[in-house]
C-alpha cells in the first residue's frame, strides 16, 4: 500500500503532471531509513544556496515503506511542483507549508483516516 507507485498514482491525480513527476524524481535521492529518524535532514533544497535567483532544486526524502515516509514525499514533491512552476513558468514562489500540508491532508482524507 505504501510504496513508490501508489505515491506517483496520487500525486499524478491532479497535484502534478507526468512530466513535472519525472523532473523532480531526477532530482530526489531517497534515503533508506526511518522517515522519523531523518526529518531534520530530508527536505527540498534551491539552488544555488542563498540565491534568490533559483535555478534548480535538489531533494533528498526517506524510501517509501509507510504512512509517515509517504506523507514526507507528498510534502516535499509538493514543494519541488511550486519550485518547478517558478523556474519554468515564472510563477510566484509559494514558500509556505499550506499547499504540503493540504496536500497530505488529501492524502489522508483518500485513505480514510482522517476525517
Ligand atoms: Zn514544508
Redesign the pocket.
Known sequence: MFDEKAFKNFMLDGILTEEEYNFISNRTKMVDENACDILQYV??FSRPINSNKITDFRLLVPVIKDLKSMLVNI??Y??AVLLYRHIYYGLKLDET?II??ENEKKYLKKINRFK
Open positions: 527536505g527540498c510534502h516535499e509538493t514543494h507549508e504540503p500540508i
